[in-house]
């Protein structure tokens, strides 16, 4: 499914320096998110996006900001403030603003913060 | 707060057998159940999903349960195949327009 490009695919950084983590769709979906995904606790929701120019915090937000200032595009920046910053983050979309239909995910980006 | 559990968190069968995966929800306005499959270092994909006003929905070897009264649904995979081994989550759409995951289930089929 190309609908979804998240880049990069890997990414290295050092504590105490923020990132962002880029996510494009050309789905024409309404609805974005960002999840973060950690070996044995599924997926957990950090923030999510029903139209432009709004977004609102998921389970886990602390320590992340996004923006939503185009359809296309929904970038997660990791700030220095997230305490354990190295997982695996999936972006996602959603054709409704209500969310009730199927995900569809980008293949992720693995951030390793040393 | 909103959230989903799963089980079992591991799940191994011989090739042919069925395989159940349970889960259970909180949010009594969740309407909307999809399953998704991840296979190893790929992204989740969608595979069934079942609607708050249906109880049964079936795909070829793989059924989807909901029971609203219980908060429970479950996923049955018929017939078993190797290529069926990956890891398994369900997930509740609540009424926060949020869809919130349980903890995945991996399964191994034994050929």
């Known amino acids: 499914d190309g609908g979804i490009t998240q880049s990069p695919k890997y990414l290295f950084r050092k504590e105490g320096q923020n990132v962002t983590l880029s996510c494009e769709q050309n789905l024409n979906h309404d609805a974005m998110y960002w999840y973060r995904q950690d070996p044995g606790q599924g997926l957990r929701l950090i923030y999510y996006?029903?139209?432009?120019?709004?977004?609102q915090k998921g389970d886990i937000a602390e320590g992340y900001s996004v923006s939503r200032e185009k359809k296309e595009s929904f970038p997660l920046t990791v700030t220095s403030a997230q305490k354990n910053p190295t997982a695996f983050y999936l972006c996602a979309s959603s054709e409704f603003r209500g969310g009730d239909s199927p995900l569809h995910f980008g293949n992720g980006t693995r951030l390793t913060v040393t | 707060g909103e959230n989903v559990e799963q089980h079992p968190s591991t799940l191994s069968v011989q090739e042919g057998d069925s395989a159940v995966i349970k889960c259970t929800y909180s949010d009594s306005a969740s309407n909307y159940f999809p399953w998704y499959k991840q296979e190893l270092g790929k992204r989740p994909q969608l595979i069934i999903d079942?609607?708050?006003?249906?109880g049964e929905k079936k795909d070829q070897r793989i059924a989807v349960t909901l029971n609203k009264t219980a908060k429970h649904f479950s996923l049955h995979i018929t017939e078993t195949q190797p290529e069926d081994s990956a890891v398994y989550f369900c997930a509740a759409h609540t009424g926060g327009f949020k869809t919130i995951f349980g903890a995945g289930t991996r399964l191994f089929v034994k050929a």
């Open positions: 079942i609607r708050s006003n249906v």
């Open positions: 996006s029903q139209i432009v120019n709004d977004f």
